[in-house]
């Protein structure tokens, strides 16, 4: 006997047919002796909805009723799941965020967790009730309900999963694991049997959004047993696991693109110690998170550039701050937002040189230019025109040798 979480994304309970066949994967782990945990995502494109309700009629909205709106959808799958199962004779109830409870801060719309009330379900799983809990919301020290950031339903699971000292936090969605590169624009991705914390870590955060940044990281910290399945067959998964359980590493695992990205330039700033704290410190004072950054001094010396990437929805706020900074001089501001930010990922590059030569050669060889680079131990990103995603993409993939026959 196993405790399990599984966790249901929008398309896998986008209706009450697929609702019923979410069910019968319940059931078939539940008759299996399992105590089982269940947390539902809203049905597809219901949290999407209720988004673009709170900004049409409040633009400006108070983040307390953003969270109140758009926690709603996990309600009503998390109700429906729990009928459905009742209806075929197994012991289940639902749970809201603020039932269980999850506790979080008070940061609406990206909360997080402090502390999860675990006994009520350990019991409840333990009597074989199986516990359906509505997925990406909590309940804050005065009271109010928050959500977990888009995509934060991966975070409660495997947040529970932690909590209860899960055995398994199965996460079924709407592929079958974790492909090299998403499979929606690269047809040739492949399917990774294994791909360790590290790698899926910095996969999603470049912008695979098959897991949420966060619940990797959480995953990690606390040596959760993510698998990555889908809902619609019975294919094996993607097993998240740590470096050592790897045997043969590959040097690049997977390719990310994120289309959120812009890029800022400030032209002729003056050349003296201090001026990059400033302006990034400024910044940083306005809660913008600076990306990735290159500075060009002018052949004098008395001036540089300074290009660096924010996320697009910051853009309008960092152009104000840095316009509205009069201890800051520079000649003019240049913004782009028709930008890609393309990742190579591996932790194979540790030990392997030439991967970002590779890297260039292959968009070179494509004609497409490379506006900023950033790289770390284990990725190499770099930021073209968002018109070449696909082609960009594709030519990696072949370029790494991770095309499937
Ligand atoms: P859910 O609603 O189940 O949470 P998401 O839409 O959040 O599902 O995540 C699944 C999607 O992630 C897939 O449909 C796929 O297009 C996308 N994706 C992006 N990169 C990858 C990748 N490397 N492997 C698998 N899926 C990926
Ligand atoms: N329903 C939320 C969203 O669409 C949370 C989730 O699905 O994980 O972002
Ligand atoms: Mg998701």
Redesign the pocket.
């Known amino acids: 006997m196993s405790r399990i979480v599984m966790k249901?994304?929008?398309?896998?309970v986008a209706d009450l047919e697929r609702i019923k066949i979410v069910a019968q994967r319940v059931k078939k782990e539940a008759d299996a002796g399992n105590q089982v945990s269940v947390f539902v995502?809203a049905m597809?494109g219901t949290t999407d909805q209720l988004v673009r309700w709170v900004e049409e009629i409040s633009p400006l909205h108070d983040a307390r009723e953003y969270d109140t709106v758009v926690s709603a959808g996990e309600q009503i799958t998390a109700g429906l799941l729990a009928l459905t199962l009742q209806d075929m004779g197994i012991p289940a109830r639902s749970w809201l965020g603020w039932q269980i409870p999850f506790k979080t801060n008070q940061v609406h719309s990206a909360a997080r967790i402090e502390e999860i009330g675990t006994d009520e379900i350990i019991k409840r799983m333990e009597e074989g009730i199986v516990c359906v809990m509505a997925g990406f919301q909590g309940i804050s020290a005065d009271n109010r309900i928050t959500t977990l950031g888009r995509?934060g339903?991966?975070t409660s699971a495997v947040a529970l999963a932690a909590a209860i000292n899960a055995d398994r936090c199965d996460i079924?969605?709407?592929?079958d694991?974790?492909?090299?590169?998403?499979?929606?624009i690269v047809k040739q991705?492949r399917k990774l049997d294994k791909i360790t914390y590290e790698e899926m870590l910095e996969?999603a955060s470049l912008?695979?959004?098959?897991l949420q940044t966060r619940s990797v990281a959480m995953a990690m910290n606390h040596k959760v047993r993510v698998q990555v399945l889908s809902s619609f067959t019975d294919k094996p998964g993607t097993m998240v696991v740590d470096e050592d359980e790897i045997v043969e590493k590959q040097v690049v695992s997977?390719i990310?693109y994120a289309k959120n990205e812009a890029q800022i330039t400030i032209v002729g700033v003056v050349n003296e110690p201090g001026i990059a704290s400033n302006i990034f410190l400024l910044l940083a004072d306005g809660n913008i998170n600076v990306d990735m950054i290159i500075q060009n001094e002018t052949e004098d010396g008395r001036k540089t550039d300074l290009t660096f990437t924010v996320t697009d929805v910051d853009l309008d706020k960092t152009t104000s701050i840095l316009k509205g900074a009069n201890d800051i001089q520079f000649d003019s501001l240049l913004t782009d937002i028709n930008v890609v930010k393309i990742s190579v990922i591996g932790v194979g590059m540790r030990s392997h040189a030439g991967v970002a030569a590779t890297m260039f050669k292959t968009l070179a060889e494509k004609g497409i230019n490379i506006q900023v680079i950033s790289t770390s131990e284990i990725k190499i990103s770099v930021l073209i025109n968002s018109e070449y995603t696909e082609l960009a993409v594709r030519a990696l993939h072949t370029a790494y040798g991770l095309d499937a026959e």
């Open positions: 249901f994304g929008g398309t896998s995502s597809a995509g339903t991966d079924y969605t709407d592929v694991g974790v492909y090299t590169s998403d499979p929606r991705a996969m912008g695979a959004k098959v997977g990310a």
